[in-house]
């Protein structure tokens, strides 16, 4: 008796969560909003980039790191740079901030 009212409570508490299950939104189908920008050159950093305030790395992508910036208007700049290799990527990506 026991046993049969566990498996009764058991399928109604499956269906209940079948039911309520619903899709996750796929965040990879989002378009791309945020604007890169190609620098002058790839020896240096412009200085109107503003101040460093950041650093941080992807480990897909070991070999490169992401510089922050922020220039005086509070405009997020992001360089990217291969320090295995010592490149600079020659596009930045440019957040603005409202």
């Not at 890169?36 to 240096?44: N, P, S």
């Not at 070999?63 to 220039?71: S, T, Y």
Request: with cysteine; proline share 4%; charged share 20%.
């Amino acid at each position: 008796m026991i046993a049969r009212t566990i498996i009764v409570l058991f399928v109604i508490s499956m269906c209940i969560c079948i039911v309520s299950c619903q899709k996750l939104e796929d965040v990879h189908q989002t378009e791309q909003t945020l604007e890169k920008l190609a620098i002058e050159f790839r020896d240096a950093i412009p200085t109107e980039f503003g101040r460093l305030v950041g650093v941080t790395s992807n480990g897909e992508f070991g070999n490169w790191a992401q510089l922050w910036f922020e220039k005086p208007d509070t405009t997020i700049i992001v360089v990217y740079v291969n320090f295995i290799d010592g490149n600079i990527n020659p596009n930045v990506l440019v957040i603005p901030r409202k």
